[in-house]
Nanobody, 119 residues
Framework: QVQLVESGGGLVQAGGSLTLSCAAA????????MAWYRQAPGKQRELLAG???????NYADSVKGRFTISRDNAKNTVYLQMNSLKLEDTGVYYC?????????????WGQGTQVTVSS
């Protein structure tokens, strides 16, 4: 059994910063790609940032230059540093990881953490 547990969401003023964390736990052999997604009210879930095992990153244009994804492979954790937050960054943030266990390779999701940016 594998679980992704997110933390770090909350309420922040526009222009402020937050850091999200997502830790994977369970019967993990290895973690492949990890990513952060966002679902804004009334919108579809969108990919914000991804990172490979080797540390190669990619970002959506909407967050490029403001958000930074990183990972600590020893801790099975992925982070999202969010700076210069805007009202439109409000939403539920989900982490995703492709994880190999003894029997399979699957994509797992965290439970989501709310980020609210106020004016």
């Amino acid at each position: 059994q594998v679980q992704l547990v997110e933390s770090g969401g909350g309420l922040v003023q526009a222009g402020g910063s937050l850091t999200l964390s997502c830790a994977a736990a369970g019967s993990i052999l290895s973690i492949k790609a990890m990513a952060w997604y966002r679902q804004a009210p009334g919108k579809q879930r969108e990919l914000l940032a991804g990172i490979t095992t080797g540390g190669t990153t990619n970002y959506a244009d909407s967050v490029k230059g403001r958000f930074t994804i990183s990972r600590d492979n020893a801790k099975n954790t992925v982070y999202l540093q969010m700076n210069s937050l805007k009202l439109e960054d409000t939403g539920v943030y989900y982490c995703n990881a492709v994880i190999a266990t003894m029997n399979s390779l699957n994509s797992y999701w965290g439970q989501g953490t709310q980020v609210t940016v106020s004016s």
